[in-house]
Nanobody
Framework: QVQLVESGGGLVQAGGSLRLSCVASGRAFSGSVMGWFRQAPGKEREFVSAIRWNYGGTLYAESVKGRFTISKDNAKNTMYLQMDSLKPEDTAVYYC?????????????????WGQGTQVTVSS
C-alpha cells in the first residue's frame, strides 16, 4: 500500500521560506508523477506543482512560479517543495499526491494516493 507522509509545515512571516518534504513508501515509484496541492479554508483543493519521478520534468501553478521549487531525491523516496517569498495567500494545508500514469497533471482527480497534509500559515 502506498503511503505518503508530509512534513515541514509551520508558521512563517510573509517573505519567509519553508521547505516541505513528502516521504513515499509502499512500492516502487519509477514512472510515477508526484505532486503538491493545497487547500485553504473554504476553498477547493488547488494544484501547486508536480514532478516526474524519472528524468525530472516539472509543472507549476502560475501563482507560485518563480517562488516555489519542486525537487526529489530518488534514493530517499522523498519529494520536496522549497517555498520562498511566501505570501499570506499561500496559507493552506499542503498535500502531496502520486499517480502512475506517467504524465504531468494539475488535476487532483488524476492522483491515486494522498498524504494527510501539513499546515502552512503565513502571517502578514
Amino acid at each position: 500500500q502506498v503511503q505518503l507522509v508530509e512534513s515541514g509545515g509551520g508558521l512563517v512571516q510573509a517573505g519567509g521560506s519553508l521547505r516541505l518534504s513528502c516521504v513515499a513508501s509502499g512500492r516502487a515509484f519509477s514512472g510515477s508523477v508526484m505532486g503538491w496541492f493545497r487547500q485553504a479554508p473554504g476553498k477547493e483543493r488547488e494544484f501547486v506543482s508536480a514532478i516526474r519521478w524519472n528524468y525530472g520534468g516539472t509543472l507549476y501553478a502560475e501563482s507560485v512560479k518563480g517562488r516555489f521549487t519542486i525537487s526529489k531525491d530518488n534514493a530517499k523516496n522523498t519529494m520536496y517543495l522549497q517555498m520562498d517569498s511566501l505570501k499570506p495567500e499561500d496559507t493552506a494545508v499542503y498535500y502531496c499526491a502520486v499517480h502512475f500514469e506517467g504524465h504531468l497533471s494539475k488535476f487532483a482527480a488524476t492522483y491515486n494516493y494522498w498524504g494527510q497534509g501539513t499546515q502552512v500559515t503565513v502571517s502578514s
